[in-house]
């Protein structure tokens, strides 16, 4: 029998959120946790070893994932977009088999939809979450063999234009959850109303 992949988990977590006026990742949920520890709780119950980019000499992110299982990458580029923070965390990830890339900013993805994601895995094929209709949304798994064309992503459209040369299959995800994020303070409001008991 062959040996399940080696998968990492990256949480992207080196935007400066600018729109919300405050650190949304901080925001607390109403069970008193942050977005970010959320986030990487979630990533956690994978499985997946956990890696966390940052953006360099954030101290309170680092604080919030130096209380978990998750191994913080600073990004020294972060302040030239999601493109170049893509590339530098890539480039400090161990060998793996692949890397499901996840927004630290979407909070309704849950750790079944991780692992469906994940369970697609395929050598020769990116992996994507995606709505009912098949509209491509988060998280992305990228294989070993396409890594490399991260390490040089740049700017700050992560790797959206990457992604549309390369083989992809859509893993639909209930409701909204590929596609829904914090942006503002009204999504934010959004997400507590329909996550509060």
Avoid at 15 to 23: L, T
């Amino acid at each position: 029998m062959s040996r399940p992949p080696s998968l990492a988990v990256l949480i992207m977590a080196a935007g400066q959120s600018q729109r919300m006026g405050r650190d949304k990742l901080l925001l607390c949920g109403s069970d008193g946790i942050t977005l970010l520890a959320h986030r990487i709780d979630t990533a956690i119950q994978t499985g997946h070893r956990v890696f966390v980019a940052l953006p360099p000499g954030d101290t309170r992110r680092l604080d919030v994932v130096s209380r978990t299982e998750a191994t913080p990458i600073p990004c020294p580029n972060a302040h030239l977009g999601m493109g170049h923070s893509l590339s530098d965390a890539i480039k400090m990830l161990p060998s793996c088999d692949g890397v499901l890339i996840l927004l630290a900013d979407m909070p309704a993805l849950t750790s079944d939809d991780l692992r469906n994601v994940s369970a697609g895995y395929d050598p020769d094929w990116v992996i994507r979450g995606g709505a009912q209709d098949l509209a491509p949304g988060h998280p992305v798994l990228i294989p070993a063999r396409f890594l490399d064309r991260l390490e040089t992503l740049e700017g700050d459209q992560g790797a959206r234009n990457l992604l549309k040369s390369l083989p992809t299959r859509i893993v639909p995800l209930p409701q909204d959850h590929a596609s829904f994020d914090i942006d503002t303070q009204e999504d934010w409001q959004s997400w507590l109303d329909r996550s509060t008991p």
